[in-house]
């Protein structure tokens, strides 16, 4: 048939099914795959690195390949070779950073990662002086993240339709966030053999797969309960089964997925914050402290390597603090005129 009639005509459909097969072919490339200035096998040992030495999680993995390709690309626009990088090319790169409106903490970010590729190529004898040793980095300032009041979250759970078994998954799945402290990342891997309710923690493997305890309030206790009854009607898929929460198709629940939900029901509580899964971490810090928690156990609980990550939210209960004296201190209050 189609000898005789030639070749047959294309529809539509075929071309864009064809368009949406090759984004998702470049899509599933890593950013190292892309790569043209720096060696690609140097780059390979890297990644290497980064997974067995530092152990970095698959999410950090991708967060420093990413930022690597930036800088790859610099290097192939301006044809320099990345063993013989000066000082000046670094200040350059952040230079053009700047231009395309990336914020400091961005540019502090892409930076740190550009010197710890220069680090290992120290450690490998790829090179025999670090150029990063003198490169400056921007002034990131004092960043106070968003913070939701114990009233916003509670209006927030109000609006979960409990009636349907994901309403009761998300239910439990923002109350863990926000008594836990947990990271999206976190919650979403948290499994069966690593969950002791009745001791009252969980076992969390955070950053570089480091391991902590983490209480759970009795609300999380309760709620997570609940959802063990439903959670019998998600036929989970092989391989998924000791995962906590899941999908309604029986897969683990995906970080893109609880940053959906969460920001549709902050809508739908009349919330205009700007808020994601870490907001409800970082109000758990905040809380913590403005109720006289030991910044130690704050950091222990969040699971931050430095203190100083901690720190943040000291910042955040001063500003709390001036708030209230500006609101309740007799100085402040305006006298009614009669």
């Known amino acids: 048939m189609r000898g005789e009639l030639g070749e047959m005509p294309r529809s539509p459909l075929y071309f864009l099914q064809v368009k949406i097969y090759f984004c998702n072919f470049v899509a599933m490339k ?3 795959d892309r790569c043209t200035a720096i060696a690609k096998p140097v780059l390979r040992r890297y990644v290497q690195y980064l997974k067995l030495e530092k152990h970095f999680s698959d999410n950090t993995l ?8 930036r800088y790859d690309q610099y290097l192939a626009v301006e044809g320099v070779d990345f063993r013989e990088v000066a000082v000046t090319h670094l200040d350059n790169f952040a230079a053009t950073l700047l231009d395309q409106d990336v914020s400091n903490k961005t540019i502090s970010r892409i930076l740190s990662g550009v ?30 993240p968003t913070v939701l009041t114990l009233e916003e979250i509670n209006r927030m759970e109000s609006v979960i339709d409990l009636s349907h078994e994901e309403g009761v998954r998300d239910h439990a799945i923002i109350e863990t966030l926000y008594s ?20 009252g923690y969980m076992r969390v493997f955070g950053k570089g797969s ?8 009795q609300s999380a206790i309760d709620d997570l309960r609940r959802w063990f009854v439903v959670r ?6 092989p391989g998924q089964e000791d995962y906590v929460f899941l999908t309604k198709r029986g897969n683990r629940m995906s970080r893109i997925t609880v940053f959906h939900n969460i920001k549709q029901y902050a809508t739908l509580a009349g919330i205009e914050k700007n808020i994601s899964p870490h907001t409800l971490r ?8 403005q109720g006289g928690a030991n910044l130690r156990a704050v950091q222990a609980m969040l699971g931050h390597e430095s203190i100083s990550t901690t720190e943040i939210y000291l910042h955040l209960d001063r500003q709390h603090l001036r708030e209230e004296i500006l609101t309740c201190h007799p100085r402040n209050i305006k006298k009614d005129n009669h």
């Open 30 to 32: 890593k950013p190292i």
């Open 62 to 69: 991708d967060a420093y390949q990413r930022d690597l390709l």
């Open 115 to 144: 010197k710890s590729f220069y680090h290992f190529l120290i450690i490998e004898k790829e090179i025999e002086n670090d150029p990063t040793e003198l490169m400056a980095s921007p002034k990131r300032g004092v960043y106070l």
């Open 180 to 199: 836990c402290g947990l990271r999206v990342s976190e919650l979403c891997e948290q499994t069966f053999s690593n969950l002791f309710l009745e001791e």
């Open 210 to 217: 480091k391991e902590r305890l983490v209480p759970i309030s």
């Open 232 to 237: 019998q009607k998600f036929d989970a898929k």
């Open 282 to 289: 970082h109000s758990f810090a905040t809380h913590l402290i």
